[in-house]
């Protein structure tokens, strides 16, 4: 099973800061890896798929990078409705398709 | 434009079968390439896979799971269930019915979750 770790577990910033998130893969997923939203009470948002490329309607402050075993999401600037939890997955050896344990965005 | 809606009891005694239903509107559960799933996110934590198939007839499970659940298609094809058998407080969660896919990836269908549902939240109580 693909174990993915996601770090921090809690990024504290202001609206209009750079977010940096982590995710590392415990092998190779190539570039099979998708990016997440997800606010309180909703399901999850796509944001990213196959590491860099944005889904349908996502604004372009979202972007994706990485491959391999490590990657990373950016939020150039944030905006309010940033403030969230966010969970990368992969999809390159599965089942099980698995998921990491999700970085919340705080507002500081 | 596809929807997806859960639907089930929300309190499941232990020892009992949770058994919920997704029903798709929208577009056809047969269309392919997709895949139907089932996750599930107990209340603070994180994101679960539970399983997927695809119309054709495979269907993949989560190794944590497999002994205990099923998924299964309606021949409406509107509508595919979940059943979890020997359930536990451990099974408390939200769970979520989603489509994806995993090859001819495009920008309009993605590899990834792309749909989902509103999810729809099971207790495991006496």
């Known amino acids: 099973e693909v174990v993915l770790t996601q770090s921090p577990d809690t990024l504290s910033l202001s609206p209009g800061e750079r977010a940096t998130l982590s995710c590392r893969a415990s092998?190779?997923?190539?570039?099979?890896l998708a990016w997440y939203q997800q606010k309180p009470g909703q399901a999850p948002r796509l944001l990213i798929y196959?590491?860099?490329n944005r889904a349908t309607g996502i604004p372009a402050r979202f972007s994706g990078s990485g491959s391999g075993t490590d990657f990373t999401l950016t939020i150039s600037s944030l905006e309010p409705e940033d403030f969230a939890v966010y969970y990368c997955q992969q999809r390159y050896s599965w089942p099980p398709l698995t998921f990491g344990g999700g970085t919340r965005v705080d507002i500081k | 434009q596809l929807q997806l809606q859960e639907s089930g009891p929300g309190l499941v005694k232990p020892s009992e079968t949770l058994s919920l239903t997704c029903t798709v509107s929208?577009?056809?559960?047969?269309?392919?390439?997709?895949?139907w799933g089932w996750i599930r996110q107990p209340p603070g934590k994180g994101l679960e896979w539970i399983g997927s198939f695809r119309y054709s007839g495979t269907t993949y499970y989560n190794p944590s799971l497999v002994s205990r659940v099923t998924i299964s298609v309606d021949t409406s094809k509107t509508q595919f269930s979940l059943k979890l058998s020997s359930v536990t407080a451990a099974d408390t969660a939200v769970y979520f019915c989603a489509r994806h896919q995993d090859n001819y990836c495009s920008t309009s269908t993605p590899c990834a979750f792309h749909i989902w549902g509103q999810g729809t939240m099971v207790t495991v109580s006496s």
């Open positions: 092998q190779s997923v190539r570039s099979y």
């Open positions: 196959d590491a860099s």
């Open positions: 929208g577009d056809s559960i047969s269309s392919s390439p997709y895949l």
